[in-house]
């Protein structure tokens, strides 16, 4: 908390969530040096975050290969 008993604005709730959609888990940090947050809450949100990010990550490999068994598909017809 500055001077003025106002959160700084890297811990308020909806820097938190633009920072998790913009860099996924390398937010956790700000997570963790939050005044605001218990040690349990903290554990909470580093355990979504965490689990959240796999299954994007999951989801992003899969289109991935998708993608690329679709263009092997496109070059075999070609030629």
């Keep these: 908390m500055d001077s003025k008993g106002q959160k700084k604005w890297y811990f308020k709730t909806g820097s938190?969530?633009?920072?998790?959609?913009?860099?996924?888990?390398?937010?956790?940090?700000?997570?963790?040096?939050?005044?605001?947050?218990?040690k349990k809450k903290k554990i909470i949100i580093s355990a979504v975050v965490i689990i959240l990010s796999y299954f994007v990550?999951?989801?992003?490999?899969?289109?991935?290969?998708?993608?690329?068994?679709?263009?092997?598909?496109?070059?075999?017809?070609?030629?």
Excluded: H, R, T
């Excluded at 920072?19 to 005044?35: I, R």
């Design 16 to 38: 938190l969530i633009i920072s998790f959609l913009c860099v996924g888990p390398l937010m956790l940090p700000l997570v963790w040096a939050n005044p605001d947050f218990n």
């Design 57 to 79: 990550g999951a989801l992003f490999f899969n289109a991935l290969k998708s993608l690329n068994k679709y263009y092997q598909f496109l070059q075999n017809e070609i030629y």
